[in-house]
């Protein structure tokens, strides 16, 4: 199993970015997947999963991140992305891609993409 984010880097606040992550060594459509993120400093913080066919995302309940992140899926091409808009000092973070061990939630953890890291500042 390998899975590849990119598509962090440096943004203001109020901006934009889309994470990728590319999995292969895996049949992806059989799998949930789900981003994580990592403050500096902080534990591990569930963000977003999403179901096999992509017809079911799930987020956290998080008052901060409510509306502003989209997960979404790409099964023809084994891509996850994760959609941040609207972002604030507060989301900077190491955002890992997870693979589940079912097709939907709830499951447990399976692989970790090495991260990627986004930085919020102005």
């Known amino acids: 199993v390998q899975l590849v984010e990119s598509g962090g880097g440096l943004v203001q606040p109020g901006g934009s970015l889309r994470l990728s992550c590319v999995a292969s060594g895996f049949t992806f459509d059989d799998y949930a997947m789900s981003w994580v993120r990592q403050a500096r400093g902080a534990g591990l913080e569930w963000v977003a999963g999403?179901?096999?066919?992509?017809?079911?995302?799930?987020?956290a309940e998080s008052e901060s991140l409510k509306g502003r992140f989209t997960i979404s899926r790409d099964n023809a091409n084994n891509t996850l992305y994760l959609q941040m808009d609207s972002l604030k000092s507060e989301d900077t973070a190491v955002y890992f891609c997870?693979?589940?061990?079912?097709?939907?939630?709830?499951?447990?953890?399976?692989?970790w993409g090495q991260g990627t890291q986004v930085t919020v500042s102005s």
């Open positions: 999403i179901n096999w066919n992509g017809k079911s995302p799930y987020y």
């Open positions: 997870v693979k589940y061990e079912l097709s939907d939630l709830p499951a447990y953890f399976g692989s």
